[in-house]
DNA sequence: TGCCAGGGATTAG
DNA sequence: CTAATCCATGGC
């Protein structure tokens, strides 16, 4: 199987698996926040950090534009990093409302505001693509360290480009195609690619030979 | 107890 | 372009 048949049997295999379920819907707002929170840190410890932004009113980039340092540091301490955290947050909040808001975002082509977010002090691509698909229903792949490793079961590795470029040519453009296959991924590996499920795991299986 | 989590920036080779 | 290091809390 050449890599594009060996995705498409990956992902017939989840689908099969968990069917289609939406893994990350959240407002757009929280979405951009979410994004930042989550690098490198586990999504419980960044559901507790959006539950205080939440209670404080302040989980919308108006809101963390506005608020202080110090405050935003305290809400968000459960995800680590909070500093250099707080000031990415701030970064981006800012940028969304110097371009009018996520109203105007939603508006724009998703290569520009792909670009716009990269532009950001703080924002990889991994972020970017999180925000672009979760965030304004992009079909913008995220490659993330398990999409890596799935990948890498199954024979597969390159350079974050090459991945996302991989993926999004078996999606077709799909948005909503995107932000599935991305969960399952998540999915999966949560479940089999802690050091002993990974006998268990069948994306092996999925190799292929020739 | 030590290791690692849904990264990114910076610096060095 | 790859590798190492820093950022830091929380859970198993």
């Known amino acids: 199987m050449n890599p594009e048949e060996r995705i498409v049997a990956l992902l017939d295999l989840f689908e099969r698996r968990y069917g289609r379920f939406v893994w990350w819907d959240a407002p757009t707002d929280e979405v951009i926040i979410g994004a930042v929170l989550t690098q490198q840190t586990r999504w419980e410890n ?5 539950d205080n932004l939440r209670k404080e009113g302040i989980c919308s980039p108006e809101g963390i534009a506005a608020a202080e340092i110090a405050a935003i540091e305290d809400h968000i301490r459960s995800t680590g990093f909070y500093r250099v955290k707080t000031r990415r947050l701030k970064a ?3 940028k969304v409302q110097d371009a009018g ?10 290569a520009d505001l792909r670009a716009m977010l990269l ?8 972020t970017a693509d999180s925000i672009l698909c979760y965030g304004f229903g992009r079909a913008s792949f995220v490659i993330d360290a398990y999409t890596r490793r799935i990948c890498g079961c199954m024979g597969i590795s390159g350079s974050y480009r090459e991945l996302k470029e991989l993926f999004e040519r078996v999606l077709s453009g799909d ?9 399952w991924i998540v999915e999966y590996a949560k479940e089999f690619c802690g050091k002993k499920r990974c006998e268990e795991c069948r994306i092996r299986i999925l190799q292929g030979s020739a």
């Open 46 to 50: 960044v559901e507790r950090a959006l």
């Open 92 to 94: 981006i909040c800012r």
């Open 175 to 183: 948005a909503a195609a995107h932000a599935r296959a991305h969960g």
């Open 119 to 126: 532009g950001v002090n703080g924002v990889g691509e991994e």
């Open 101 to 110: 808001g996520v109203g105007a975002l939603a508006e724009m082509p998703t």
